[in-house]
């Protein structure tokens, strides 16, 4: 069965791009040209990833994603957003916080945005097929129900957020580097994308949301990262 996927944006003419595009690549789409739109069609549609614009009427990709993101149903979806030029770093940190999965700026590199597509469903993939609960100290990760509880209190990790932090656990003194990082997260193929920013964001809202553990998150400089 094809892996699917959902492509929003207003612009009729990218949006028509994009669907022949990733379709002539293996894929099925579904389309929609607004956040509300997406997010009605979504249940039925069952994607395996989103690919949204920011920009929209009626509903914005930022609410789109953070929608996606609350439902019980829609939450494991990986999202992709694609920004314009002028969005600032703070929108982008601000598009993690929502749960975004990653970013795509235009006008972008379709071949580009086809590896970040496959890197996120690999990745996907992969997590469905973790299960168990695994503790370390006062942590407690519950792979399949991707969730974190520190001291028996929840704590509300993004998806990536939760990998990586599971990630760095899991290997305790184990420098990980960037690119290390960038391929067990978000598995990425790093000959083809490297932007050790993405992992930096990352790591940044992990230690503010973790309170006291996540000062044991490391930074190694010229290296990468470690978990003490």
């Known amino acids: 069965m094809k892996e699917r996927a959902l492509i929003v944006d207003d612009d009729a003419e990218l949006l028509g791009i994009l669907k022949k595009y990733l379709e002539n690549h293996g894929l099925e789409t579904i389309t929609a040209s607004n956040g509300a739109e997406a997010l009605a ?8 990833i989103i690919i949204t614009d920011i920009e929209m009427p009626r509903m914005d990709g930022f609410t789109l994603c953070r929608r996606v993101k609350e439902n019980k149903v829609l939450a494991d979806i990986p999202v992709i957003i694609m920004t314009g030029k002028k969005v600032s770093e703070a929108d982008h940190v601000a598009g ?6 990653d970013y795509v700026v235009k006008p972008f590199s379709y071949p580009v945005l086809l590896a970040k597509v496959r890197a996120m469903l ?17 942590l407690e990760f519950d792979l399949e129900g991707r969730t974190l509880k520190i001291k028996g209190r929840l704590v509300k990790l993004t998806s990536k957020e939760f990998d990586l932090f599971h990630t760095l656990v899991s290997r305790p003194g184990k420098v990980l580097s960037l690119n290390s990082l960038l391929e067990a997260v978000w598995g990425y193929n790093t000959a083809d994308y490297n ?29 990468g990262y470690k978990f003490e």
């Open 96 to 101: 993690y916080g929502y749960g975004a999965d």
């Open 195 to 223: 932007d050790p920013h993405t992992v930096e964001v990352h790591v940044s809202n992990l230690r503010r949301k973790v309170g006291p553990a996540g000062k044991r998150i490391k930074a190694v400089p010229g290296h």
């Open 122 to 138: 690999r990745r996907a993939a992969r997590g469905r097929k973790k299960s168990g609960i695994v503790r370390s100290g006062e």
């Open 41 to 48: 069609a979504a249940p039925s549609g069952k994607p395996d």
